[in-house]
């Protein structure tokens, strides 16, 4: 008996491991050799997750990295782990927190201090299907952090992007974006914007369609960014789902599956930030990612929904962003 067990579980383990196998054959790795010795690469939430595993690949392939965390102490002890792998590249950290305009501002300002120019921007920093919260001038937590800090953060650097030779912006999104209801409100939008046009309220709020919303209003706005200036080079990316501190609140929602059922599934389906950092590389460094403006998974291009990626939508979106900021900023005065 125990041995047909043994038999059995030893059967699974391996049919499970061939699976995953080739399941992320299908994946993609970035394997080309890009010399980065002269790029100046910003990299938002880089302590932990994908974040801290692009850190990691571009300081190995040369980049001075700039680590853009809240966390001052975790970014300091990454910065320094970098340094002793690598002696001859530059690694810095500034503090930055997402969801305070302040402190946005506050980091672009050392950004331009400290930086001769910027060449990759890398907008991976997140939060995810957290309970309600909001951001220090009042926006949902999610959209706050996601969208608009990143906007802000874009907009506030895109003087130091416009003196590198082949800038770059590499949103990281999700497949989850086609789930997003955005465009029904920002369509509804009529007269001056207000942050309660584009975010949800604690009434009506719902964790997963905040986070959905998020990452379409991100692709929405990278895509505009890429229009209006010709020069830069704009990516969104989906990761897939990898196994990073940002799912931590989005298990608690699936409480009905079993533990066992859960364990196969990220067997089978859940990257490593090794992994999930492989088209953040492919986006931030090919040179066969040239379009003003492009949506990629696995190592690829792919086409996006047209219906939620208009270019009525993306300047509307863009032009009550910075309606929302102009709000913000005159509300702290």
Known sequence: ?????????????????????????????FTRHVDCSRLIVVITGATSGIGKATAEQLHLRGATVVLA????????????????RNEDTRVMSFTLDLSDFDSVDAFCRQCKKHLPRIDVLILNAGVAFCPYAETKQGLELQMGVNYF????LTLGLLNLLGKSSAPRVVQLSSSLYKLSKVPDRIQAITGEAHIHD???????????????DSKLAGMLFT??????????????VSPGIVATNLGRHRWSLYKWISLPALAVFSLLAVRTPFQGCQTVLFAALDDRVTKPYGYYRDCREEEVSKLQMNLLLC???????????????NAEQ
């Not at 300047?315 to 900023?329: G, M, P, S, V, Y």
């Open 315 to 329: 300047e509307k979106l863009f032009l009550a962003t910075q309606e929302i900021f102009n709000h913000c900023d």
């Open 1 to 29: 008996m125990i041995t047909t067990l043994c038999k059995g579980a030893a059967i699974t383990v391996v049919t499970l491991y061939a699976v995953r196998k080739l399941v992320s054959y299908r994946w993609g790795v």
């Open 223 to 236: 895509k505009e960014i890429g229009r209006r200036f010709p020069s830069l080079i704009c990516a969104s």
């Open 149 to 152: 800090g990143h906007a802000r």
């Open 198 to 212: 584009v975010c949800q309220t604690e009434a009506n709020y719902d964790s997963k369609a905040a986070y959905y």
């Open 69 to 84: 965390c809240r966390d001052v102490l975790k970014a300091k002890l990454l910065a320094e782990e970098l340094r002793q």
